[in-house]
């Protein structure tokens, strides 16, 4: 998509926006309200879908033709501990009052997908990869607890189930689905809950509100990396040959919602954990021009005092960088995706220094549901991860080598001609090198 498209595109929502939805000066902060006074909900791995909530319902919001953008996805990452299946699965609320589609111009957009969403993509030991994004606009949730259920005339289904206390008496999410290329039965708890304790944890949330410097105090998004490592267990069928692979293994889980017309902006995020040295590890940047929700978290045990300890980076302070030096075209996403990524925090006397391998272990998760989901490719990572974590006098406290995590890079998809990107690769890799990138901490 050409920037002039762009940016035409957001001056007349601005408009719209400030029009009909009031002083921005008001909005910027609703979200950051939202977050202090429902905190309850958001530090809960069971509680209700938060645009759902009596609170996001009220006229603050649904009064906004922003609300038509608003979305929350929980989202699930499985690593299969004998490398059976790397991927995710993700259950997804949009747009939950139906606006988008409507008469006016505006709301006959139709920037997403209206109604219950969902995601599911991977790589299967065998190497075969698929992605199925599946929109179905009748669909049950819950404003109370953690539930979605939705199904289609075709055979498609999904249901996310909470569960207070397990037969081990913990939290529990009881993930189940069948798209076109998958079927899953899996259970998901959390792995070191104790450390939601840490300071870095406190709270689990970040809120964003220069998601566009166009529509400030009109979007804001919240991200909830609410189980930073999971255990996981149950089962995936690969529907093209019809193989059940068993499960046993760890992933990530997010929680994230908020008024964003993503797909005309984009993010790119990282996570990885070490189950054997009890190392997680989260980072998050948002594109464009953004700073509210570029950080990483990392926590481990400190090896001189055998307490964990938690630190969250942020690049405004200084305290975050990040680069990718590589990069490929992927001719299905129709846009370049990083073949690496290298990211650096520093910060309370520790640098973590780490290293995630992409190559061609990615899957673009695409969409033709609407005609602005079409222009927009979120790329789904398989990398493996390397790295250090060292004080800041030089001492090493941890090495990790090749562990499999997950990531994305998302970003709208480009109008280039497949062989004009190949035949200008050098240029594109150096300016896209150039674009997504941080200065590495001092």
């Not at 920037?3 to 009909?20: E, N, P, R």
């Not at 995020?269 to 948002?286: L, N």
């Not at 790329?379 to 941890?398: A, M, S």
Request: hydrophobic residues 35%; proline residues 5%; glycine residues 10%.
């Amino acid at each position: 998509m050409s920037k002039s498209f762009t940016g035409l595109f957001f001056s007349v929502l601005a408009c719209c926006a400030l029009l009909l939805s009031g002083s921005p000066g008001h909005a910027a902060t609703w979200q950051e309200n939202y977050a202090s006074q429902n905190a309850a909900n958001l530090a809960n791995p069971i509680g209700g879908w938060n645009i759902l909530s009596d609170y996001y319902q009220s006229n603050t919001t649904t009064n906004s033709i922003m609300d038509a953008l608003s979305i929350e996805w929980d989202y699930y990452s499985i690593h299969d501990d004998n490398g059976n299946f790397t991927g995710i699965v993700g259950y997804l609320v949009a747009d939950p009052n139906g606006k988008l589609g409507g008469s006016t111009a505006f709301l006959g957009l139709k920037l997403m997908p209206s109604g219950g969403n969902l995601a599911f993509n991977g790589e299967f030991k065998d190497g075969s990869r698929n992605a199925n994004y599946i929109n179905l606009p009748d669909f049950q949730a819950s404003k109370t607890q953690r539930s979605w259920a939705a199904q289609n005339s075709s055979g498609t289904w999904g249901r996310e189930t909470p569960i207070a206390a397990n037969a081990d008496g913990v939290p529990e999410m009881h993930l189940e689905g069948v798209t076109p290329d998958y079927a899953w039965d899996l259970r998901v708890t959390q792995g070191w809950p104790e450390r939601d304790a840490l300071a870095n944890r406190q709270p689990k949330w970040k809120v964003g509100n220069d998601l566009n410097p166009l529509l400030i105090g009109q979007e804001h998004w919240t991200v909830n990396m609410i189980w930073p490592t999971t255990i996981v267990k149950g089962t995936i069928t690969n529907r093209q040959t019809g193989i059940t692979y068993p499960i046993n293994g760890h992933g990530y889980r997010e929680n994230s919602f908020g008024r964003w017309a993503f797909c005309f902006g984009g993010w790119d995020f990282y996570f990885m954990s070490d189950m054997q040295q009890k190392i997680q590890i989260g980072f998050q940047t948002y594109h464009f021009d953004t700073s509210d929700l570029d950080f990483m978290d990392v926590d481990f045990i400190d090896p001189a005092t055998n307490q964990a300890v938690g630190i969250r980076c942020k690049a405004n302070a200084g305290e975050l960088g990040w680069d990718h030096t590589q990069w490929s075209w992927s001719t299905s996403a129709h846009q370049c995706v990083p073949k690496n990524a290298h990211i650096i925090g520093k910060k309370n006397g520790y640098i973590v220094d780490v290293t995630a391998t992409i190559n061609e272990h990615y899957y673009a998760m695409l969409s033709s549901a609407t005609p602005l989901t079409s222009i927009f490719a979120i790329n789904c990572l398989y990398p493996k991860y390397t790295g250090t974590i060292k004080r800041t006098n030089g001492q090493v406290l941890y090495t990790f080598n090749n562990i499999q995590g997950g990531g994305e890079f998302a970003l709208p998809r480009s109008v280039m001609d497949n062989s004009f990107a190949f035949l200008f690769s050098s240029l594109i890799n150096y300016q896209f090198y150039q674009l997504f990138r941080n200065p590495f901490p001092n």
